[in-house]
T-cell receptor
């Protein structure tokens, strides 16, 4: 089954304790992205990657890191989490560009993070 | 920042009524995508519009791309409780803030 998986699904942590949220896709997609979702703000892109070893900042990258060492995995790293990073996080993947249009994105189930 | 703006942010609809949500951009878009997120779920792709003035239908949902390719709309007829959720438009990898729909039975 084609899917995007994220782990953990729920996480409660404390300020300053480094954490990693994993994301994996089995569709051989080139593009992967991380979004955070907050009430009233919709989906805001944190980082994206167009291929292995190619990553770029989205709209809200501060406080986050990513890596793309393998095509299927795109982990999100919070080196020193703060309460303002409490949010719902989604990983997504797509086949990338089709001409001038982007292919549809497939989303993971989400990770609800609480930073105390 | 977000390249597309959505209105309204919230839509409360009586079951059986129609409603429309809008997606606007200050620049010309090469395409627009629409996604739906059910409560507690993740966004799921609905459709992509590419051509100027394009209209596509999915059962009770009608999607339209403006002639100038700067706006798009989603019209739902005879709203049902299954339509509850948040509808996002997206351009490229950027999403609008979404319209959250609730339905009164």
């Amino acid at each position: 089954e084609a899917q995007v998986t994220q782990n953990p699904r729920y996480l409660i942590t404390v300020t300053g304790k480094k954490l990693t949220v994993t994301c994996s896709q089995n569709m051989n997609h080139e593009y992967m992205s991380w979004y955070r979702q907050d009430p009233g703000l919709g989906l805001r892109q944190i980082y994206y990657s167009m291929n292995v070893e190619v990553t770029d900042k989205g709209d809200v990258p501060e406080g986050y890191k990513v890596s793309r060492k393998e095509k299927r995995n795109f982990p999100l790293i919070l080196e020193s989490p703060s309460p303002n990073q409490t949010s719902l996080y989604f990983c997504a993947s797509s086949a990338g560009l089709a001409g001038v249009s982007y292919n549809e994105q497939f989303f993971g189930p989400g990770t609800r993070l609480t930073v105390l | 920042g977000q390249q597309v703006m959505q209105i309204p942010q919230y839509q409360h609809v009586q079951e059986g009524e129609d409603f429309t949500t809008y997606c606007n951009s200050s620049t010309t878009l090469s395409n627009i995508q629409w996604y739906k997120q059910r409560p507690g779920g993740h966004p799921v792709f609905l459709i992509q519009l590419v051509k100027s003035g394009e209209v596509k239908k999915q059962k009770r949902l009608t999607f339209q791309f403006g002639e100038a390719k700067k706006n798009s709309s989603l019209h739902i007829t005879a709203t049902q409780t299954t339509d509850v959720g948040t509808y996002f438009c997206a351009y490229g990898l950027s999403f609008g803030a979404g319209t959250t729909v609730t339905v009164r039975a």
